[in-house]
Structures are given as structure tokens and as C-alpha cells.
């Protein structure tokens, strides 16, 4: 039976951003503590950013940008520097897959949340200073990621970025590191045949 895959394989993609310009955001301002008891993904988008979409009472602030904008429109997160530190927590890029989100770019990304993040379908773009500034200045601008080139395109400004080899490979084919393992699957059992076949000879000899 083929094992469905958990998110949708990462090549190009093109969307409007959504700033979020505050420096040092950290996990726990993602989702608070108190939402990790659930260990189900479906529903965590609307607990991102909760303390800062609602007020004390619960309520939706109408005014904050998480709330303003249409999240299948906005796709890429544009983030102050320092995105994701604090406590490694996988609800985290969970909340935000489940939000709307398919990548996060900033200058600084926390490494811990980085690895989370491209384990889960959230692809961390870290940029250089200018285009970052120029993303910041530009909230809603339309910008393409194209994972297979490793590049940021705004306008006719092009930026480089780096993603490790085997994680690439994985959001390129829509896989999580266990989904690419089972890929595998034919050549290893052939590797265990051949192997026990060479015992065998060996025993007999």
C-alpha cells in the first residue's frame, strides 16, 4: 500500500507576502504553551499567533494583519530577524502549515525551528539584508520562491538562498524524511536478499 504523502511537494511558489516585522519571534508567540497538549495538526492555524489575534477575552483583533488578510492569498510569511527561537516545539511550524503558510523568509532563522519547519512542509528562506529590507518595506508585495533554482525573485530583484540537500530533495518530492526512506524500500529489501544469499554461500563453503 503506497503511503499518501503529507504535504504537497514544494517547487515554485508564487504568492503575495504577509510582514510580520518584529524581531526575536518565538516559538511560544507562534503557539502559546497551553495549546501543545493536541497532538492533531488540523485546526492549529487558527491558534497561531493567538495572543496576538485576540484579546484577553478571546475575541479577534479586527485590526491585527493576521486577521485582515486572506491566508490562501498570502502564503509567504515575511518575518523580522531571529524568526522561531525560544523552545523547539513541532506545533509550531504545524500552526503555521495549518494557517496557510508554505514558507517563512527572514535574515535569521532559529536553526531548531528551521529543521522542524522543513521536516513538516514549511520552507525557512533565509535571505540577505537588503532583500529583506525590501520585503519588509514591501507588505502584500507578490513574490516567487523557487525551491528547485534556490532563489527569491521580487520584481526583477533576485535573491539566493541555501536549504540542505536532503531536506530539499524531500519538500521537492512532498515527502517527510520517513516518506523518502520508504522510497527506498525496493533497493534495501534487494540489499537484505543479496546479503543473506552471500551468508549462505559463505556458510556452505
Known amino acids: 500500500m503506497q503511503r499518501e504523502l503529507p504535504f504537497e511537494p514544494f517547487r515554485i511558489l508564487s504568492s503575495r507576502t504577509m510582514v510580520l516585522p518584529q524581531e526575536n519571534i518565538d516559538t511560544d508567540q507562534i503557539i502559546p504553551a497551553r495549546f501543545l497538549a493536541t497532538t492533531q495538526r488540523h485546526g492549529l492555524g487558527e491558534l497561531a499567533f493567538y495572543d496576538w489575534?485576540?484579546?484577553?477575552?478571546?475575541?479577534?483583533?479586527?485590526?491585527?494583519?493576521?486577521?485582515r488578510l486572506d491566508p490562501a492569498g498570502h502564503r509567504i510569511l515575511v518575518a523580522g530577524r531571529n524568526f522561531g527561537c525560544g523552545s523547539s516545539r513541532e506545533h509550531a511550524p504545524w500552526a503555521l502549515v495549518d494557517y496557510g503558510f508554505r514558507a517563512v523568509v527572514s535574515s535569521e532563522i532559529a536553526e531548531i525551528f528551521a529543521a522542524n519547519a522543513l521536516n513538516n512542509g514549511l520552507l525557512p528562506v533565509v535571505i540577505d539584508e537588503k532583500t529583506h529590507r525590501l520585503l519588509l518595506e514591501r507588505p502584500?508585495?507578490?513574490?516567487?520562491?523557487?525551491?528547485?533554482?534556490?532563489?527569491?525573485?521580487?520584481?526583477?530583484?533576485?535573491?539566493?538562498?541555501?536549504?540542505?540537500?536532503?531536506?530539499?530533495?524531500?519538500?521537492?518530492?512532498?515527502?517527510?524524511?520517513?516518506?523518502?526512506?520508504?522510497?527506498?524500500?525496493?533497493?534495501?529489501?534487494?540489499?537484505?536478499?543479496q546479503r543473506n544469499h552471500l551468508r549462505e554461500t559463505e556458510a556452505t563453503a
Open 53 to 67: 489575534r485576540r484579546d484577553a477575552e478571546g475575541a479577534a483583533r479586527p485590526d491585527h494583519v493576521l486577521n
Open 140 to 193: 502584500g508585495a507578490e513574490v516567487v520562491i523557487d525551491l528547485e533554482q534556490e532563489c527569491l525573485r521580487l520584481g526583477t530583484h533576485q535573491a539566493a538562498f541555501k536549504v540542505d540537500s536532503f531536506a530539499r530533495a524531500c519538500l521537492l518530492q512532498g515527502a517527510d524524511s520517513l516518506g523518502w526512506l520508504l522510497t527506498a524500500e525496493p533497493d534495501i529489501a534487494r540489499f537484505e536478499v
